[in-house]
């Protein structure tokens, strides 16, 4: 049985900071590299970074330098280090196997993101 639960999301100042947390069963984590995606009011989801078993890591480039991604292979986690957060980042961020589907793979609820004054 798949299971993701993201968490971590809040309101933050423009220029600040969150850490996301991802909790995934191993049926998956152990298998493919895992992803954040996220999805902004009126656009399609998208991915953000992805992080391999062997620790591979890509950066979508709207955030890169600003945000890392990371994996606790021992816990079956990911996170996603936010740094510099910018009005734009606003989204539900959501954590998956990559590449994923938007339809046909199994989705978690999201954590909201949403940067703001």
């Known amino acids: 049985q798949v299971q993701l639960v993201e968490s971590g999301g809040g309101l933050v100042q423009p220029g600040g900071s969150l850490r996301l947390s991802c909790a995934a069963s191993a049926s998956i984590f152990n298998i493919y590299p895992m992803g954040w995606y996220r999805q902004a009011p009126g656009k399609q989801r998208e991915l953000v970074a992805y992080i391999t078993n062997s620790g591979g890591i890509f950066y979508a480039n709207s955030v890169k330098g600003r945000f890392t991604i990371s994996r606790d292979n021992t816990k079956n986690m990911v996170y996603l280090q936010m740094n510099s957060l910018k009005p734009e980042d606003t989204a539900v961020y959501y954590c998956?196997?990559?590449?994923?589907?938007?339809?046909?793979?199994?989705w978690g609820r999201g954590t909201q993101v949403t940067v703001s004054s």
């Open positions: 998956n196997k990559y590449p994923s589907r938007d339809y046909g793979d199994y």
